[in-house]
């Protein structure tokens, strides 16, 4: 499988140049000049194997957002900060924030990559667990206070609701048919009557907003 590096730095050059040092090593790249909820947005639907954070980045403090992406524990991701501070307690700052990696600059692009590609052996060790917080758009689930969030207001689903409406974030690309729903949210049990799906989706649109759920016509349902 190709490895996926999503790199945000607002330096345009230095940005420009580690998009082509990964794209020529085979890496899947998706790069960002600067943090704001779009981007965030894109790179939780990236789900990359690695982020390249610029701790520098212009319009945001990288320490501060490399630990709230890792705290909402919505991506299963190293994150590496890039920075040209060497200061330690910078770097002491950075790990507690769940840094996997400080890389101080200028870096040879072969070590930079050796870096990376030596993070990506370690993928296996991670805990493959579900997001506590996953985001998509204006609409955002909170899996501890089992509440959803749509454009400023909150709401809280019966738990088949909640998991249904939480496979459909999870991969907002997915089209999912009845069947494939059923045996996720029911655990594997065989359904007699997949219409089922279709009311408890009718009852996600009706409190949650008619625009949150896409029906395929012949195939099942997809996040719009």
Known sequence: MTPKINILSSNLSE?????????SEGFDVF??????????NSIYKNHPDIILLDL???????????HQLK????LNSFIVLFTADNEDYIQIEAF???????????????VLVRRIRALLKRKPLIKQS?????????LKIDRDSYLVYNEGASYSLPRKEFEMLYLLINTPQKVFSREEIFQKVWDGKKCENTRI??????????????????????VGYQLA
């Not at 940005?15 to 794209?23: D, I, V």
């Not at 790069?31 to 965030?40: G, L, P, Q, R, T």
């Not at 705290?71 to 919505?74: M, P, R």
Request: glycine share 6%.
């Open 15 to 23: 940005l420009k140049n580690a998009q082509k040092l990964f794209e």
């Open 31 to 40: 790069a960002y000049s600067s943090v704001n909820e779009e981007n965030i």
């Open 56 to 66: 520098d980045i212009g319009n945001s403090d990288g320490i501060e957002l490399c």
């Open 71 to 74: 705290k909402e524990n919505a």
């Open 96 to 110: 507690k924030a769940g840094a996997d990696d400080y890389i101080i600059k200028p870096i040879n692009p072969r």
């Open 130 to 138: 579900k997001p506590k917080i996953l985001s998509y758009n204006s």
């Open 197 to 218: 799906i279709d009311v408890h989706i009718r009852k996600i649109r009706e409190k949650i907003g008619e625009n949150i759920i896409n029906t395929v016509k012949g």
